[in-house]
Each structure stands twice: as C-alpha cells, then as structure tokens.
C-alpha cells in the first residue's frame, strides 16, 4: 500500500466532505458558477534525520493479489451546475479544440483524441472536438497558446502537464504562467502508476550490481519539468549511479532508444510499456530494480518463482531520509493526473459549467475507460477542485522537503 504523508491524509479527508456544489433539482441561472472548496491547511509532520546513502534492503514480501482487469469506476464528485438549454444553443454546432502540449502519438496526444471521440456526446449541443498538437517547453507553450485567448470562449482546451503546477508551487518563474490563471478542468488519468525502473541486463545483473556501477547510467524523459521527469533527477539526488537526459519527442521514442541500446534504463517497465517491447521481460535483456508508487502486474508471477528477489518499492530497496521520501511522495501526488485540462480565463460560467460536467461525465463512463484501459492507460478522475487543494497543500510543505523539490526541478544543463 503507498505510504501517506500527513499532508496526502488531510487531503483525502477534504475530499471525503465534498470539494464541490451539489446539482440542483431546477435549472439555476444562466450564469451560475459551480462554488469552489476554499482551502484547509494541512501540516505535513515533523521528519527524522536519516543517512541519504543507498542500499539494497531485504527482499520485499510476497506481491498483492493481481486486480482483477477491466475499468475501475472513479469516484463521482458532484455535478457542475449548468443551464443545459442555454448550453445547448451556444455549442450546437461548433467545434472544440484541445491543444496538446506534446507531439503526435504519445499519452497526452491518446488521452486527448479519446475524449475527442466521447466527450461531444457528454456536452448540450454536442459540439465536435479536434486535436491540434503545439509541443515545446514541456507543454508551456500549448498552454501559452490557449491563455492567451482570454477571454476564454469554451471552444478551446490545453492539455499540458501537472509538473508546470509544480515549477509555480516552487517559485519558479515561466513566461506568462500563473497558477490562477486558468479554470482548470480536471485530470482523467488521475490514478496509481506502475512506473518500474529496469537497467540494460549486460550493465547490471541485479540492484547490488546496479548501485555499484562504476559509471552513471542514462535515463531518460522528454523533459524534465513533468512528474516523471524529475522524479528521475530525484534518483540522482538520493545518490544512484543515474545520468538523467531530456529532450526525447516521448514514450514511442523512449522506448526505441532503451530498446537500441541508446539509453542505459528506463523507468517504462510497466505493464503498459512491456505489453509493446515484451521481450523486456525476457532474462538478460532488462533488469527490473524497483517500482515507485504500485506494482506492475507482469512481475508477480515472476517473484513468485523466486527471480528477482531484490525487486520492490523504491523506498524498500532503496535506502533515503524521510526528507526525501516525502519529496517524492509529494511530487507524485502533484503530478497523479499529470495530464491537465484547462479552460482560459473569464470563460463564461455556465460555458464552463457544460465542459466540466462533460468531462467528468466522458472520464467516469464505462466506455470510455475501457477504451483507456484498452491502450495500457490509467484512467481516473481528478477535478479541478482536487487540482486548487493540491496547490494549496503544496504551499504549506516543509523548508527541507521544498529544497529537495527545487534540486528535482532545476533545470540541468
């Protein structure tokens, strides 16, 4: 089960009461707006000090049961208040664009021309939605691209990356971003992932073998600024023999150059990732060391056959201060439901309304995620409500694991 900071528990119990209005029995006004959860601090614990030197740890214990396959339902939160009428003549007949802030053919681009496919059902109107793609700048520049309309219209969506939430949390400073200026929608893939590093077998034969490698070893991620980007600097900064590299197009990509030899590991041993390149699960070709936040299915029945005893959670095999460990904690939670979809300012409230609750709806029906699920994606809903709190814990977190943040995210030349 993943650890829960004190911050992640505060959290959950403000979920559990309701983050936003429930819907009403009569039509409201045209112009209504759904009410936002005010914030409520939560104060992360005190952490002991503890040596950052890695090392392997025991052998994990025996692997959960395998879930069961198919779409988990997400967890309803209540209905955006919308005047269906009113939305209904203002999207009859127009079309929706979403710009993705990464190239052609990996996960935000797949997300985006699924919902592409559902959500014009889940709108009054059911107005059309297309993809366009604008990479650049680890999704700023899409974002760029659509907050510049403002006044926002309803007819335009970015799709960029939580780890830009986490750049501003931090205090860093990106051209024309700023943490309230969108109307954030939600997340539709808000849910564990089974990110699971591996080396190249003739570099290492194990985790001992892989922690005491004479040189670092390449990993990588189209940029740094996403949760999986700096969660692969966070292995430099606990003292892994790990060299991170940026600047691949994404995953398609990644994965050729793991599999060429080009890269030394990758953190794509997943089931998703392995179900393309599956002779990655063959001995002598990867090696699995850990995972981060839940177990891939594809291993279990390996570790029950006894190989690759030294295999578990990272903080498990891997041996770092709790300072660290939260850091990292934090991070995922920031950036679980990294792909984000967002509306400009000043978009109309009830035009608003409308795609948020299409959003939610397309994200919780049964189709659709299967659809996700078909792809070897998560699917999971996180509301723009949940994304606001988020920030807002992020405010409160503790000097030494802010500092471990700021290293993860500055930028390496």
Same mark, same amino acid.
């Given at each position: 089960?993943?650890?829960?900071?004190?911050?992640?528990?505060?959290?959950?119990?403000?979920?559990?009461?309701?983050?936003?209005?429930?819907?009403?029995?009569? &039509?409201? %006004? !045209?112009? $209504?707006? @759904? *009410?936002?959860?005010? =914030?409520?601090?939560?104060?992360? +614990?005190?952490? /002991?000090?503890?040596?950052?030197?890695?090392?392997? &740890?025991? %052998? !994990?214990? $025996?692997? @959960? *049961?395998?879930?069961? =396959?198919?779409?988990?339902?997400? +967890?309803?939160? /209540?209905?955006?208040?919308?005047?269906?009428?009113? &939305?209904?003549?203002?999207?009859?007949?127009?079309?929706?664009?979403?710009?993705?802030?990464?190239?052609?053919?990996?996960?935000?681009?797949?997300?985006?021309?699924?919902?592409?496919?559902?959500?014009?059902?889940?709108?009054?109107?059911?107005?059309?939605?297309?993809?366009?793609?604008?990479?650049?700048?680890?999704?700023?520049?899409?974002?760029?691209?659509?907050?510049?309309?403002?006044?926002?219209?309803?007819?335009?969506?970015?799709?960029?990356?939580?780890?830009?939430?986490?750049?501003?949390?931090?205090?860093?400073?990106?051209?024309?971003?700023?943490?309230?200026?969108?109307?954030?929608?939600?997340?539709?893939?808000?849910?564990?992932?089974?990110?699971?590093?591996?080396?190249?077998?003739?570099?290492?034969?194990?985790?001992?073998?892989?922690?005491?490698?004479?040189?670092?070893?390449?990993?990588?991620?189209?940029?740094?600024?996403?949760?999986?980007?700096?969660?692969?600097?966070?292995?430099?900064?606990?003292?892994?023999?790990?060299?991170?590299?940026?600047?691949?197009?994404?995953?398609?990509?990644?994965?050729?150059?793991?599999?060429?030899?080009?890269?030394?590991?990758?953190?794509?041993?997943?089931?998703?990732?392995?179900?393309?390149?599956?002779?990655?699960?063959?001995?002598?070709?990867?090696?699995?060391?850990?995972?981060?936040?839940?177990?891939?299915?594809?291993?279990?029945?390996?570790?029950?056959?006894?190989?690759?005893?030294?295999?578990?959670?990272?903080?498990?095999?891997?041996?770092?201060?709790?300072?660290?460990?939260?850091?990292?904690?934090?991070?995922?939670?920031?950036?679980?439901?990294?792909?984000?979809?967002?509306?400009?300012?000043?978009?109309?409230?009830?035009?608003?309304?409308?795609?948020?609750?299409?959003?939610?709806?397309?994200?919780?029906?049964?189709?659709?995620?299967?659809?996700?699920?078909?792809?070897?994606?998560?699917?999971?809903?996180?509301?723009?409500?949940?994304?606001?709190?988020?920030?807002?814990?992020?405010?409160?977190?503790?000097?030494?694991?802010?500092?471990?943040?700021?290293?993860?995210?500055?930028?390496?030349?």
């Amino acid at each position: 089960m993943q650890h829960l900071g004190s911050w992640q528990i505060s959290f959950i119990a403000i979920l559990s009461c309701g983050l936003a209005v429930a819907c009403q029995p009569t &039509a409201p %006004s !045209p112009t $209504a707006k @759904p *009410a936002e959860t005010k =914030p409520t601090a939560a104060a992360p +614990a005190a952490s /002991p000090a503890a040596s950052p030197a890695a090392k392997p &740890a025991a %052998s !994990p214990a $025996a692997s @959960p *049961a395998a879930q069961a =396959p198919g779409p988990q339902p997400a +967890a309803r939160p /209540p209905d955006p208040v919308v005047n269906v009428e009113e &939305a209904a003549r203002y999207f009859s007949g127009k079309t929706i664009t979403v710009t993705v802030g990464f190239s052609p053919g990996g996960g935000y681009d797949t997300f985006a021309r699924v919902m592409a496919e559902f959500m014009p059902s889940f709108i009054p109107g059911n107005p059309k939605v297309a993809v366009t793609n604008v990479p650049g700048a680890a999704s700023l520049t899409a974002w760029q691209t659509v907050m510049r309309k403002a006044p926002g219209t309803g007819l335009d969506i970015a799709l960029f990356s939580s780890g830009l939430i986490t750049q501003a949390v931090l205090g860093e400073k990106l051209e024309a971003f700023d943490l309230d200026t969108p109307l954030y929608i939600g997340a539709p893939d808000f849910a564990p992932r089974r990110t699971t590093v591996c080396v190249r077998s003739e570099l290492a034969s194990g985790l001992d073998a892989f922690l005491k490698s004479p040189r670092k070893l390449k990993i990588a991620e189209a940029a740094q600024a996403t949760g999986l980007g700096s969660s692969k600097v966070w292995l430099e900064v606990v003292g892994l023999p790990v060299q991170p590299v940026f600047g691949y197009g994404g995953t398609s990509e990644l994965n050729v150059a793991f599999d060429r030899g080009e890269l030394d590991m990758t953190d794509r041993c997943d089931d998703s990732n392995t179900s393309r390149f599956p002779h990655w699960r063959e001995p002598g070709v990867a090696t699995p060391l850990f995972y981060f936040e839940e177990m891939p299915e594809w291993i279990k029945p390996l570790l029950a056959q006894g190989k690759y005893p030294w295999f578990g959670k990272v903080f498990d095999v891997i041996k770092v201060t709790p300072d660290q460990r939260e850091a990292l904690e934090v991070n995922f939670s920031l950036s679980s439901g990294e792909r984000l979809f967002a509306l400009p300012p000043r978009t109309p409230d009830n035009v608003a309304a409308a795609i948020r609750k299409g959003f939610y709806d397309t994200v919780n029906d049964p189709t659709f995620q299967q659809e996700i699920i078909r792809r070897n994606f998560e699917v999971g809903l996180k509301t723009g409500d949940q994304v606001r709190q988020e920030i807002e814990d992020a405010k409160r977190l503790r000097p030494e694991v802010l500092a471990i943040l700021h290293e993860m995210y500055r930028p390496r030349i």
